[in-house]
T-cell receptor, first 110, second 118 residues
Framework: AQSVTQPDIHITVSEGASLELRCNYSYGATPYLFWYVQSPGQGLQLLLKYFSGDTLVQGIKGFEAEFKRSQSSFNLRKPSVHWSDAAEYFCAVGNNDMRFGAGTRLTVKP | GAVVSQHPSWVICKSGTSVKIECRSLDFQATTMFWYRQFPKQSLMLMATSNEGSKATYEQGVEKDKFLINHASLTLSTLTVTSAHPEDSSFYIC??????????????FGPGTRLTVL
């Protein structure tokens, strides 16, 4: 069965610092992988997705993620965090039945 | 493009009443829509998959008679919480799949509906 693990429940970074959010997945076939961001009380916004091809995926708001099959990982990165990036981030895997990780809450210090 | 709306954005109802939540794809046709439930500070849990013109497929543990789903058109799916109780209070989020063709598709999410049952 497919599953997603986000090992970090909460991460705090300083504004301007780099960010990496971890995501590990378990999937029987070639996975469809996604990163979504959710602000409090809001729905989910798609940051980026990986279906096939180049393993380094560029998304919106300066985010990128790298698919590493050997490590079953799809970590999200941003070189310089802005205060407005504070939110909950969800990694997801799947196609017909999408499974979400538990989420990582990002706090940005001034 | 690829905008999904939900109505209402929040609703408060009395225990025992039924509540209907609408999910619309505004600028694309969605053959498949999904309904999720999210408890505070938790992840999204898939409740059911809704295909236009056919019965919804419910995840294990989700009562289909409790959560009625109708997907009558390619742009509208509704979730009705019947005889709501306080434990049904939650954040309900829908998504619609934009079928591009082949194997690639993406779910676009609505803004969610906050249901509070008194």
């Amino acid at each position: 069965a497919q599953s997603v693990t986000q090992p970090d429940i909460h991460i705090t970074v300083s504004e301007g610092a780099s960010l990496e959010l971890r995501c590990n997945y378990s999937y029987g076939a070639t996975p469809y992988l996604f990163w979504y961001v959710q602000s409090p009380g809001q729905g989910l916004q798609l940051l980026l997705k990986y279906f096939s091809g180049d393993t380094l995926v560029q998304g919106i708001k300066g985010f990128e993620a790298e698919f590493k099959r050997s490590q079953s990982s799809f970590n999200l990165r941003k070189p310089s965090v802005h205060w407005s990036d504070a939110a909950e981030y969800f990694c997801a895997v799947g196609n017909n039945d999408m499974r979400f990780g538990a989420g990582t809450r990002l706090t940005v210090k001034p | 493009g690829a905008v999904v709306s939900q109505h209402p954005s929040w609703v408060i109802c009395k225990s025992g009443t039924s509540v209907k939540i609408e999910c619309r794809s505004l600028d694309f046709q969605a053959t498949t829509m999904f309904w999720y439930r999210q408890f505070p500070k938790q992840s999204l849990m898939l409740m059911a998959t809704s295909n236009e013109g056919s019965k919804a497929t419910y995840e294990q543990g989700v009562e289909k008679d409790k959560f009625l789903i109708n997907h009558a058109s390619l742009t509208l799916s509704t979730l009705t919480v019947t005889s709501a109780h306080p434990e049904d209070s939650s954040f309900y989020i829908c998504s619609a799949r934009d079928f591009v063709g082949g194997r690639t598709d993406t779910q676009y999410f609505g803004p969610g509906t906050r249901l509070t049952v008194l």
